[in-house]
């Protein structure tokens, strides 16, 4: 499960490294879950000053979004959204896999399956997040408490995939510790900086409210960096940094909030520089992400993803929401086959995406087919239901475009616009294209 690190002189040697089951993970996780319910109280919340609204110069930062090649690690989300936005007809040969039920269920995590396909030497997971609530409630996007992390003394640049909850943390100059992440106070690139991975936080206005809560250690006076990074409409990456917080005691536990740019894909640095002038290595311990909605709020987000050569893959739910009353927090999957070309990173061929399998809340799972008989575009999208449900359709970022109330036998309602949309009607999800 915890896999080597990839990048150039950087390697880690995967046997350099104790070897943690998912299943001792899990078992590890399950004891603690109740701290993972936001262990900070967002009324305690003050506001982040803003530094600059210059771009920040981040060196890293182009390293870290256009992924390095020789990590031999393939964007495959980009490219699914390429091949998503064309017609049946023109997606490649390969056949579609068969997504199974979800094994190893829990509140923390849960094992995807699929088959084998033939002609496919890759496959992609990707895992959707269902949430919705009747009252006002707390929504955790984000959260690590690094628990999974070992210690290693070199300076490590590359990704963290195995040591965390979610793929995509970066890590640029810094080491791993037991549980925590290392900002040494001298560091042969001059600045350590840790990303965390996107998240969808568009929404209706230009801008969002998102809070932002971590536990670092660290000398009193030494400082430590929060800033966000994003792609704007034009296709410019952009970073801004907020004032450094100062440790005016050993351990800091702090929850800042500020607006930021309502996108569908924004995430978060730390980092630490030789201007803060600290006297020792900051260790950062725990961070996480949330924001709140009101009572009636209904979305879907692209919460992770899995690339392997397998046919099973693990993945958290850490943050998944199991206590608060009037809340439903669910996750769903879906798997493409792929043939890859390892030498050059690029796709050669591509499934379209398999039956969605939605992972239910106690542990029982429904793999539902995503048959024309069911839910069909014909003009209008038709949803054949089996009893009285209520029928969402959400955009490819997940957002909600349309709700309808639909009744027993054969429903026709209208699609907001051309594009690819995934339905949803009960416990029934498909993909369809108008």
């Not at 600059?52 to 110069?57: A, I, L, Q």
């Not at 020789?70 to 964007?75: E, N, V």
């Not at 959204?81 to 849960?110: C, W, Y």
């Not at 725990?286 to 050569?309: H, I, K, N, P």
Request: glycine share 8%.
């Amino acid at each position: 499960f915890v896999k080597s690190l990839f990048n150039g002189s950087n390697n880690f040697k995967e046997n350099s490294m104790k070897k943690l089951t998912f299943c001792v993970a899990f078992a590890a996780l399950s004891v603690s879950v109740g701290l993972a319910r936001s262990p900070f109280v967002l009324s305690d919340a003050v506001p982040a000053e803003c530094m600059s609204m210059e771009k920040v110069d981040m060196p890293m930062m182009n390293r870290a979004i256009s992924k390095p090649a020789s990590a031999l690690k393939f964007d495959f989300v980009k490219e699914n959204r390429k091949h998503l936005m064309k017609k049946d007809a023109q997606i490649a040969a390969l056949t579609a896999p068969e997504a199974l039920p979800a094994t190893n269920v829990s509140n923390v995590g849960f094992v995807a399956n699929w088959n084998t396909v033939s002609s496919a030497n890759y496959y992609e997971v990707d895992v959707m997040r269902i949430f919705s609530t009747t009252e006002d409630a707390e929504y955790l996007s984000l959260y690590e408490d690094f628990l999974l992390m070992q210690e290693y003394p070199s300076e490590v640049t590359g990704y963290l995939d195995g040591l965390t909850y979610r793929w995509d943390w970066y890590l640029y100059g810094g080491k791993l510790a037991d549980r925590s992440i290392v900002f040494p106070q001298t560091s042969s690139k001059g600045q350590t900086q840790l990303q965390t991975p996107m998240m969808d936080f568009s929404g209706e206005g230009e801008t969002e409210t998102v809070y932002f809560s971590f536990v670092a250690e660290g000398a009193v006076g030494d400082k430590i960096g929060i800033g966000y990074y994003y792609t704007d409409d034009e296709g410019e990456d952009l970073a801004f940094a907020f004032q450094p917080v100062t440790f005016e005691e050993g351990t800091m536990t702090k929850t800042l909030y500020a607006e930021l740019p309502a996108v569908d894909a924004l995430g978060f640095l730390i980092y630490t520089d030789p201007t803060m002038q600290n006297t020792g290595d900051v260790k950062l311990k725990t961070f996480l992400v949330s924001r709140e909605f009101a009572a009636g709020t209904e979305f879907m987000e692209v919460y992770d993803y899995r690339q392997t050569a397998e046919t099973s893959a693990s993945f958290f739910t850490i943050e998944k929401d199991t206590e608060t009353e009037g809340v439903s927090d669910e996750f769903v999957y879906g798997v493409y086959a792929l043939n890859v070309d390892m030498n050059k990173g690029e796709i050669l061929d591509m499934s379209d995406m398999s039956d969605m399998i939605l992972v239910g809340a106690t542990g029982s799972v429904d793999g539902v087919k995503a048959s024309c008989e069911k839910i069909f575009v014909h003009d209008k999208l038709h949803v054949v239901l089996d009893k009285p449900e209520t029928v969402s359709v959400y955009n490819m970022a997940g957002v909600l475009v349309a709700s309808y109330e639909g009744g027993e036998g054969d429903n026709e309602f209208s699609l907001p616009a051309s594009g690819v949309y995934i339905v949803k009607a009960g416990n029934t999800i498909a993909k369809v294209m108008k």
